[in-house]
Every structure is written in C-alpha cells, then in structure tokens.
T-cell receptor
Framework: KNQVEQSPQSLIILEGKNCTLQCNYTVSPFSNLRWYKQDTGRGPVSLTIMTFSENTKSNGRYTATLDADTKQSSLHITASQLSDSASYICVVSAMRGGATNKLIFGTGTLLAVQP | DTAVSQTPKYLVTQMGNDKSIKCEQNLGHDTMYWYKQDSKKFLKIMFSYNNKELIINETVPNRFSPKSPDKAHLNLHINSLELGDSAVYFC????????????????FGSGTRLTVV
C-alpha cells in the first residue's frame, strides 16, 4: 500500500534555531517527492520537487534531501523565522499506467517557531 | 494577480442542502484539481480535469460533481450535504497532466472551509 509518513507530528523551536523534518514513504513505482508549506487557512505552497536521481535540493533556508534506497526524505530549515510556523507536507508521486500519476500526501508536521 | 482563487472562503450550511464552490485560475494551466482536507489535515484528491475531461475520481460519492465550463474554471457541486462533508476543500492547478515531468508544480487556492450543521 502506498503510504507517506511524516515525523514528528508537531514541533516547537525557538527563533533562529535549525530543525529537520522527516518523511518516510512506501510508494512504488516512485516518480518524485515534493515538500509543501501550508500556512494556517491557506493552500499548500511548493518548496521543493525532487526526482529519483536528486539527493538534495535547496530553496533559500529550506534544504530537502532524498534517499531513494531507504525511501526517506528530510526537510532542513536553517535559522528559523517566525514566518516558518506552518504545516509542512511531504507528497510523493507514484507512476501509474499511461500519462497520469497519483499523489500521496503525508499528514504533515506542524511547526511552531517561538520568539 | 495570477493565482488560483476559490469562493466562498467560508460556507456554513444545513444537512441536506445543495451547495457549490467555485474555482478559477488565471495561470493558463491545463489541469485543475479538487482536494479535500479533513480534520486530520490529510489532503485527498477528489477530481482532476484536463481539457474538460475527468482524469481522476478517487471513489468520491456521486453527491460530489465537478463542473468545468472552460479551461480556467472547475467548480465543485455537492448535493444532499452530510455532516461528514465538513472539511476544507482546496482547488489546485498545474501546467499539465500528472505525468513524469517533475519540473511542473501545483498552485493551490486558499481553500474553502465547509461546515455542515
């Protein structure tokens, strides 16, 4: 069964600190993995998209890693800011027959950055 | 502003009613989607449309019906609303179908919070 699990479920850190969010998946065949940031009351916004051959990708203070062998990904946030407080959702794309893929969403990690 | 816009942002209605949520994108994207986010914050795809053709229907009850008058619009109609339909519904769009190209991205609307009482 295709699943995406994220940990921790929630996280509280102090402003300026770093943190790492984890994503484990059992999706096959794998197409790509995305990290989204979802502010409260808003739609998800894409942070990174990685394919099977990519090990790391950065977007400002966000750095995502992917280990396709162990089926794990992480999202590292450097020098956190108050505006980083949000839900972070890991999404894995599974290839299906034809031209359509299926997206499997994780339940997200709720990050709270405190001053 | 280029975006995916949904209306209304909030919708409170009684059980048994019929309601619609509208979605419009001015990004020139080919495909539009509807997602349901339940209380556990889990996003589940409901429908996607490409060139007015339904691509995915994830066993959604037939009380839900997407309507796409043109490429830029995908509205969601819900008949005979039930308490379990209470959730946040997100519209999204992407430049093409869900193919293996990893360089395309999704743009989500800000969501419609539906509360059925």
């Amino acid at each position: 069964k295709n699943q995406v699990e994220q940990s921790p479920q929630s996280l509280i850190i102090l402003e300026g600190k770093n943190c790492t969010l984890q994503c484990n998946y059992t999706v096959s065949p794998f197409s790509n993995l995305r990290w989204y940031k979802q502010d409260t009351g808003r739609g998800p916004v894409s942070l990174t998209i990685m394919t099977f051959s990519e090990n790391t990708k950065s977007n400002g203070r966000y750095t995502a890693t992917l280990d396709a062998d162990t089926k794990q990904s992480s999202l590292h946030i450097t020098a956190s800011q108050l505006s980083d407080s949000a839900s972070y959702i890991c999404v894995v794309s599974a290839m299906r027959g034809g031209a359509t893929n299926k997206l499997i969403f994780g339940t997200g990690t709720l990050l709270a950055v405190q001053p | 502003d280029t975006a995916v816009s949904q209306t209304p942002k909030y919708l409170v209605t009684q059980m048994g009613n019929d309601k619609s949520i509208k979605c419009e994108q001015n990004l020139g994207h080919d495909t539009m989607y509807w997602y349901k986010q339940d209380s556990k914050k889990f996003l589940k795809i409901m429908f996607s449309y490409n060139n007015k053709e339904l691509i995915i229907n994830e066993t959604v009850p037939n009380r839900f019906s997407p309507k796409s008058p043109d490429k830029a619009h995908l509205n969601l109609h819900i008949n005979s609303l039930e308490l379990g339909d209470s959730a946040v519904y997100f519209c999204a769009s992407s430049p093409r179908k869900l193919a293996g190209d990893s360089n395309y991205g999704y743009t989500f609307g800000s969501g419609t919070r539906l509360t059925v009482v």
